[in-house]
């Protein structure tokens, strides 16, 4: 019997983990399919991280590296390339590995941490031909970073979210040329510093609201063509623009990975495609607690940190003190604006202080202001002289305030 | 010298292939490509159909009837992915209500057991998500979903098992006769032998023309997919067609036997091999889709892909013909699939009639059990991991695909040489993620196993290379 299994040994699950060892849980488990700790950071060698939360800027694997360091000064047991296949409403964690066999472990709570999968070509219906060359930028990273391959050497990029972003900078580094980077919003989904540090200091042209409309080539890409779209997303004929290239990158969007979430009964969001939780973190079921992507699409590692070792930290409470009597649950909505929020249940009775809250905006906006409404009475209001949808935001709202709130929150935007 | 040669191995030329794997005949099949089952076979609906839509009396309607009857326990021996869930084709009007009556009639002509006509109300009974303005179903229990690659490489497989010989990568670029035998030449050296089966699918009218005068054209006609995630695989029970067309039967709705959904095809005339997918076919396979189920989430496309059917110009029919110790097997188009072990006894019965003895073999070998990871116990599955360890190692992370399954695979009558070939084999990268995760596990499996270096492997076909080089920092295998 375990007090915790955290399932996932990338940064969600290394700070949940610690977390939970320090609030004094001593039967921990970390389950990770890969053959070591550290997740996708560990093929993520460009620096940006750590920034707010190590005050320093460290690459993906020195990021991972200090908790894997953490971790290893503490009594929690690692198994690596071992696969969870199912978890029970019971709390027991079906897993296999190659070393370590086909276990079921009973645990007492479990952190999710599976991060998040990437969009593929099916999922947004790209027309053409179906040869090799069409890769998710995360799939090219792992053959360039971890493997030593180069897929291609003439590329076009299709999506400006930052893996995107990154791999046009670490293709050109590697010899390759990446002739365009093509989004198909009015404005990038990444992050800005990776617009001017990986294209605009390589000239690699962005191409705003814009689209690949076709895919040439019958074996391995020879062509693919990019073409203007409208206000309504959809191609203008006559714009069509002719690349060829060997080599198509998608960065298209990601995707919480939340088979085992839904295998298991556990209620999940369509906006986040992650668990619904609590202000701790907790789903909807007992003593099941999800953080990092899994749980929402995060930009920046430490954020991901932030949030497990919250959800580390109640995961021990839970353990420690026992499942608490349901108490009032106020319900976190989102208004015009905004497009998810995160928790999306606050239980009031449970906070210290205050409870934050993270949302994305659906667009572009300039001076805003963040505006709490419960019913029809706004609560609390926030000023930004900038939003954007490539940046998660973060309001923090006051124990007092959500006393006084009724059932329901609802996060809205005003542009003013 | 052979006495058969079959000029490919899609799922007609594999099943001829295990029929005559049955009798001591020394039999080679050659196929152009790099796998069995890379053109038509593996680009379709999957679909076993009942049989009522051929004209009775044609050669699809009688092999239709049988070969489906007969696919039923060769999957099962096989152990091919297979299900029972018969289809329903819908009426909008009261003029397509009358076509659910021809259609009726013509499959009890042919044979087809059990068919039922429903009322609107009775098959949003049985399948809730149908479109309220369904007017009346045709039922037909025995129309079925298979595996369609697993299919062709279980009965390519089973031959080989039983001494028949295939080489792939091996293409026909002539054929003549010479002293009594048939003289085929390819890209890797001349074959010979008293009879050729000429199941070359789209070239199938090409292969005809080396060996005999001009007499039918192949008129591909190219057909447009969606595949949607497990999360909408339960949108169907049946496959849901619509009365037919003239451009084929119509856009149908269908559960796959992986527990997918699958959506389309639409009919384009094509030349050659194009099996490019394009904007307007896939707004049309949608469109029509959703008269029938307006709740198909199209949201969860995981892929797309076309496929060529190999219509023949001058028929409607299957063309299966004998002359000289020359058979064709051509313009296998719909129902080529569900018909295929039917076509591959009529095929030897016309070499029987051309000469060919045929002696039973006492040591016929027809069982196929691969191991299914995903499909065991846990009590199974702990098992299995105790004796070899490498079914403990996940690689599909989608599919639950395990290393031990992959190497399984590489060591089978038939080793996968790419990466889709894996994928064919045991599922490892047919998931949501279309081999985003496992990938590059796959390409470092294959090049371990097969002695070859990582930018050697090719994604599918020859040609279809993944990896240009090594990076400035080199490989990490080294």
């Known amino acids: 019997m375990f007090d ?24 921990i488990l970390i389950v990770e399919r890969d053959q070591e700790l550290g997740g996708i950071l560990n093929q993520c060698i460009h620096s940006g991280f750590g920034l707010q939360y190590f005050k320093e800027e460290l690459s993906g694997p020195e990021y991972a590296a200090r908790f894997v360091e953490l971790v290893s000064h ?38 999710l941490a599976m991060g998040c999968r990437e969009r593929t070509r099916g999922a947004i219906a790209i027309p053409g031909t179906r040869p090799a060359g069409v890769f998710t930028a995360g799939a090219t990273q792992r053959y360039v970073n971890v493997e030593g391959y180069l897929p291609g050497k003439r590329v076009v990029i299709l999506g400006s979210g930052d893996i995107g972003l990154i791999m046009a900078r670490r293709m050109t580094l590697e010899g390759a040329k990446v002739l365009a980077c093509v989004e198909v919003m009015p404005y990038s989904s990444g992050l800005n510093r990776n617009i001017v540090q990986c294209l605009q200091d390589f000239d690699i042209p962005l191409y705003l609201s814009h689209t690949v409309t076709d895919i040439r080539g019958k074996d391995r890409v020879e062509q693919v063509v990019v073409s203007q779209v409208g206000p309504d997303r959809q191609p203008i004929p006559g714009t069509e623009m002719v690349f060829d290239c060997d080599t198509l ?9 939340n088979e085992l979430t839904q295998q298991a009964g556990i209620a999940i969001d369509p906006r986040t495609r992650g668990a619904i939780v609590y202000e701790n973190m907790e789903t909807s079921m007992p003593g099941v607690f999800a953080c990092g992507n899994v749980c929402h699409v995060h930009d920046l590692v430490d954020y991901v940190t932030a949030e497990s070792q919250r959800a580390g930290a109640a995961a021990a409470e839970y353990v420690l003190s026992g499942e608490e009597t349901p108490g009032r649950v106020i319900e976190v909505k989102n208004g015009p604006g905004v497009t998810y929020t995160v928790p999306q249940h606050i239980r009031p009775q449970r906070l210290d202080k205050g409870c934050g809250i993270f949302f994305r905006v659906n667009r572009i906006c300039g001076d805003s202001e963040i505006v709490v409404t419960s019913g029809e009475t706004q609560i609390a209001k926030f000023k930004r002289e900038h939003l954007a949808p490539g940046e998660m935001e973060q309001i923090h709202l006051p124990r007092v305030l959500l006393d006084k709130a009724g059932d329901a929150l609802t996060v809205s935007i005003r542009e003013v | 010298m052979q006495d058969v040669i079959i000029i490919g191995c899609g799922i007609v030329g594999a099943a001829a292939a295990f029929e005559l794997a049955k009798y001591q005949v020394r039999v080679t099949v050659l196929e152009k490509e790099n796998d069995v089952a890379n053109g038509t076979t593996k680009a379709n609906s999957a679909i076993l159909h009942a049989g009522y839509d051929p004209l009775p009396g044609s050669l699809m309607a009688r092999l239709n009837v049988r070969g489906v009857a007969l696919a039923k326990k060769l999957c099962q021996k096989l152990d091919v992915p297979y299900r029972a869930c018969g289809s329903l084709v819908l009426a909008f009007s009261p003029e397509e209500c009358a076509t659910l009556e021809t259609l009726k009639a013509r499959g009890e002509a042919n044979g087809v057991p059990g068919l039922e006509i429903l009322s609107g109300e009775e098959v949003r009974r049985r399948e809730p998500n149908l479109s309220e303005k369904v007017l009346a179903a045709l039922y037909a229990p025995t129309a079925a979903i298979c595996s369609p690659w697993e299919y062709c490489l279980a009965l390519a497989e089973t031959a080989v098992r039983n001494g028949a010989e295939l080489h792939l990568e091996t293409e026909v670029t002539g054929i003549e006769k010479a002293g009594g035998l048939w003289l085929v030449h390819t890209n890797r050296g001349d074959f010979s032998a008293r009879y050729l089966i000429n199941a070359a699918g789209v070239c199938a009218d ?49 559960p796959t036997v992986h527990g997918n959904l699958i959506v389309g095809p639409n009919a384009c005339p094509v030349v050659g091999e194009d099996t490019s997918t394009t904007a307007e076919g896939l707004a049309f396979v949608r469109e029509k889709a959703l008269k029938s189920v307006p709740s198909v989430a199209f949201g969860q496309s995981i892929r797309n892909f076309a496929g060529v059917r190999a219509h023949a110009a001058e028929t409607s029919d299957f063309i299966l013909q004998e002359k000289d110790g020359f058979v064709d097997a051509a313009g296998i188009c719909s129902p080529g699939l569900s018909a295929a072990p039917a076509i591959a006894e009529y095929l030897v019965e016309l070499l029987k009639n051309a000469g060919l003895t045929l002696e039973e073999k006492p040591d016929f070998f027809c069982q196929r059990r691969r191991v299914r990871f995903k499909e065991l116990s846990p009590a199974q599955r702990a098992e299995l991991v105790q004796e070899n360890p490498a079914y403990g190692r996940v690689i599909c992370r989608c599919e639950t695909v395990t290393e031990g399954e992959i190497l399984d695979a590489l060591h089978g009558p038939i080793p996968p040489r790419s990466v889709d070939a894996v994928k064919r084999r045991v599922n490892a990268g047919m998931g949501r993620c279309q081999g985003g995760f496992c990938g590059p596990r796959v390409v470092e499996i294959l090049a371990r196993e097969l002695g070859l270096w990582p930018e050697q492997i090719q994604q599918d076909k020859n040609g279809t290379w993944l990896l240009c080089g090594e990076t400035k920092g080199g490989s990490a295998y080294v």
């Open chain 1, 4 to 27: 915790l299994i955290v399932i996932g040994g990338g940064p969600a699950g290394l700070a949940a983990a610690c977390s939970a060892w320090d609030k004094g849980l001593r039967k």
């Open chain 1, 249 to 257: 990158l998608l960065s298209v969007g990601l995707l919480p990975e």
């Open chain 1, 74 to 111: 503490t009594g929690v047991e690692v198994r690596l390339d071992t696969m969870v296949l199912d978890i029970t409403p019971e709390r027991e964690v079906h897993m296999v590995g190659k070393t370590t066999g086909y276990r079921v472990e009973q645990a007492r709570a479990i952190v």
């Open chain 2, 206 to 254: 090409a292969v005809h023309d080396m060996a005999a005068p001009h007499e039918f054209s192949i008129r591909p006609s190219r057909g447009e997919y969606y595949l949607l995630d497990k999360a909408e695989g339960r949108r169907v029970g049946c496959t849901v067609f619509q009365c037919p067309n003239q451009d084929g039967k119509g856009v149908l709705v269908s």
